[in-house]
C-alpha cells in the first residue's frame, strides 16, 4: 500500500522563504513576512544583520518567530533597551549600540562566538555563557580582566583597545590560542604561564620595556610587540616555533638571543636603534628581513640567508653593496629596498 505525504501551503511557503530570505535586506523581509501572513511560522535563519532601531525591535517582540544561529547588531542605540536573544543563538555581534554593561547571556548555553565591540562597557560581566569559545570585547572601555577565569572554554580572547594595566584571571582559560591585548596601559608581561595552547599573541602599543615570563609558551608562532619600550631581545630561547616576531617601533640596539628561533620566518625590527646586522647565524629559515629605518651602515653577516624573499633596509646609511654578492646569494629575492642604492639590479 502506496502511502502518502500531504504538503499544506504553509509548509511550502516556509521552505521557499527559508531560501529566499538569505538574499534580503531586512525590511524587505519585514515586508514579505506580512504580505504572506507568516506571523506565526517560525523562520529559519543563519545569520540575520540589524541595522535600524526598528529592525531590533521587531525581532526581540517577535523573537520565538525567528530561529537564527547568527545575529549582528550595528550602529542602535539600545542603551535603554530590554535586550533578549534566541537561545538557539550561536554567533552574536553587538557593534556601536551603546550599551555600558555586557546584556545577560547565561541562558545562551549554545553561544560559541562573541563580539560587543565599540561600546562604554567598563567591566566584564559574571552573566557572560561559559559556552564561550571567541570572544572578542575590543574597543571599549574595560579596566580588569576580572571574570575571564569563568571562561574555561575559551580558543580566542580580544580584549585589544582598552585600558587594561594588568594580565591577571586567564589561569582557568587554558585553552586559549589566540590572544590580543594590544593598545592597553600594560608595562609587564605576565599572567600567561598557564596558556601552553597558545600560538598567537599581540601585545603592540603599550608601554612594556622587557621581553620576559614566556618560557612556557613553547607552541608560540607569532609575538608581536609593536609600539612599545623594549630595549633588548632577550628572553626567547624556549620560543622554538616562532615563525613571526615583531618588534617594530621599539628601542633595540641589537639582534641577538635568536639561536633557538630556528623556524623563524618573517623578523620585523624596523624603527629602532640597531646599527649592525649580526646574530643570525641559527636563522636560516628567515624569508623576509625588515630592518628598515635604524643605523645599519654596512651590509653584512647576512648573505647565508639563502631564504630571503623580502629584505627592507630602506632609511639606514647604506651606500655600498657588493652587487654581484648580492645578487648570487639571494637568488629567491622578490623585494629589495635599498632607496640610497636605485639602480641596484637595473
Not at 605576565?190 to 601552553?196: P, V
Not at 618588534?247 to 635568536?258: A, D, E
Request: charge should be positive; hydrophobic fraction near 40%.
Amino acid at each position: 500500500m502506496e502511502m502518502t505525504h500531504k504538503v499544506t501551503f504553509r509548509q511550502v511557503t516556509r521552505i521557499v522563504f527559508n531560501v529566499i530570505i538569505q538574499y534580503l535586506n531586512f525590511d524587505d523581509i519585514m515586508s514579505l513576512i506580512t504580505a504572506l501572513n507568516l506571523q506565526t511560522t517560525r523562520l529559519d535563519y543563519g545569520t540575520i544583520k540589524l541595522a535600524h532601531l526598528n529592525q531590533v525591535e521587531y525581532v526581540f517582540k517577535n523573537k520565538h518567530h525567528f530561529n537564527y544561529l547568527g545575529l549582528v547588531i550595528f550602529g542602535v542605540n539600545l542603551e535603554e533597551k530590554k535586550i533578549k536573544f534566541n537561545k538557539s543563538v550561536k554567533r552574536l555581534k553587538l557593534n556601536r549600540i551603546q550599551i555600558y554593561y555586557i546584556p545577560d547571556l547565561n541562558h545562551l548555553s549554545n553561544l560559541q562566538r562573541l563580539k560587543i565591540t565599540n561600546n562604554p562597557i567598563k567591566t566584564i560581566n559574571k552573566n557572560i555563557s561559559t559556552s564561550i569559545e571567541h570572544l572578542n570585547l575590543s574597543y571599549n572601555k574595560i579596566r580588569s580582566m576580572k571574570n575571564i577565569d569563568r571562561l574555561t572554554r575559551l580558543k580566542t580572547l580580544d580584549l585589544s583597545c582598552n585600558y587594561i594595566t594588568k594580565i591577571n584571571y586567564l589561569d582557568y582559560s587554558t585553552q586559549i590560542t589566540e590572544l590580543d591585548l594590544s593598545n592597553n596601559g600594560l608595562q609587564i608581561i605576565d599572567g600567561l604561564s598557564k596558556l601552553i595552547h597558545l600560538t598567537k599573541l599581540n601585545l603592540s602599543n603599550n608601554k612594556i620595556k622587557k621581553i620576559q615570563n614566556l618560557a612556557v609558551l613553547g607552541n608560540l608562532k607569532e609575538l608581536i610587540l609593536i609600539n612599545n619600550k623594549i630595549e633588548n631581545l632577550e628572553n626567547l630561547d624556549n620560543l622554538t616555533k616562532i615563525v613571526y616576531l615583531n618588534l617594530c617601533c621599539n628601542k633595540v640596539n641589537r639582534i641577538q638571543h635568536l639561536n633557538n628561533c630556528r623556524s623563524l620566518v618573517i623578523l620585523d625590527l624596523r624603527n629602532n636603534k640597531i646599527d649592525k646586522i649580526e646574530n643570525l647565524e641559527w636563522n636560516r629559515n628567515l624569508e623576509i628581513l625588515l630592518l628598515a629605518n635604524n643605523h645599519i651602515s654596512l651590509l653584512d653577516n647576512i648573505f647565508h640567508l639563502k631564504n630571503i624573499t623580502v629584505l627592507d633596509l630602506g632609511l639606514n646609511p647604506i651606500y655600498t653593496v657588493d652587487d654581484k654578492k648580492l645578487k648570487d646569494c639571494f637568488i629567491h629575492l622578490q623585494k629589495l629596498y635599498l632607496p640610497n642604492l636605485p639602480t641596484l639590479f637595473n
